[in-house]
């Protein structure tokens, strides 16, 4: 184990400012990207979920966006103000809200094909360094949710 004094200190070497820079400037590398699409960033996060299954509850997408669904809700509504998605009430429990993607929904996926290309140039790196980073980034992720639920 590291004796607790030997962790480094400064903001340059805390991994936390390293994701959360790293985070920040990947937002900003889709920004350009997602404008000419109409959306945000967690709007475009959104659409990726209903684009891979369509007709999800609310419930399903704050899951799989790990966020809380009072979070999503408002993002959705913006999402159907721009036509891109509905949201149905559950006919066997009016509990369950759906949202199902729209035919202006399905067909910006089209218009979006183009973003990971666009983004995997932008980084510079290989396929399967980045590959290699985002299943290290996802256990890591795993890991502290774990260790967060106990």
Same mark, same amino acid.
């Given at each position: 184990?590291?004796?607790?004094?030997?962790?480094?200190f400064?903001?340059d070497?805390?991994?936390?400012?390293?994701?959360?820079?790293?985070?920040?400037?990947?937002?900003?590398?889709?920004?350009?990207?997602?404008?000419? %699409?109409?959306?945000?960033?967690? #709007?475009? *996060?959104a659409?990726? +979920?209903?684009?891979?299954? !369509?007709?999800?509850? =609310?419930?399903?997408?704050?899951?799989?966006?790990?966020?809380?669904?009072?979070?999503?809700?408002?993002l %959705?509504?913006?999402?159907?103000? #721009?036509? *891109?998605?509905?949201? +149905?009430?559950?006919?066997? !429990?009016?509990?369950? =809200?759906?949202?199902?993607?729209?035919?202006?929904?399905?067909?910006?996926?089209?218009?979006?094909?183009?973003?990971?290309?666009?983004?995997?140039?932008?980084?510079?790196?290989?396929?399967d360094?980045?590959?290699?980073?985002?299943?290290?980034?996802?256990?890591?992720?795993?890991?502290?949710?774990?260790?967060?639920?106990?």
């Amino acid at each position: 184990m590291t004796q607790r004094s030997a962790l480094p200190f400064t903001l340059d070497e805390q991994l936390c400012f390293a994701l959360y820079s790293t985070s920040l400037a990947m937002t900003k590398a889709y920004k350009p990207l997602l404008e000419n %699409l109409g959306l945000t960033y967690p #709007q475009y *996060l959104a659409m990726l +979920v209903l684009w891979e299954t !369509d007709d999800v509850t =609310v419930k399903d997408m704050a899951t799989r966006l790990n966020l809380d669904p009072a979070t999503v809700t408002p993002l %959705l509504k913006r999402l159907e103000a #721009q036509g *891109l998605v509905e949201r +149905v009430r559950g006919t066997e !429990d009016e509990r369950l =809200v759906y949202i199902r993607l729209t035919s202006a929904g399905k067909t910006l996926k089209r218009q979006a094909r183009d973003v990971p290309a666009d983004i995997l140039c932008a980084t510079q790196q290989t396929p399967d360094f980045l590959l290699r980073l985002r299943d290290d980034l996802t256990r890591l992720r795993t890991t502290l949710n774990d260790y967060m639920d106990q």
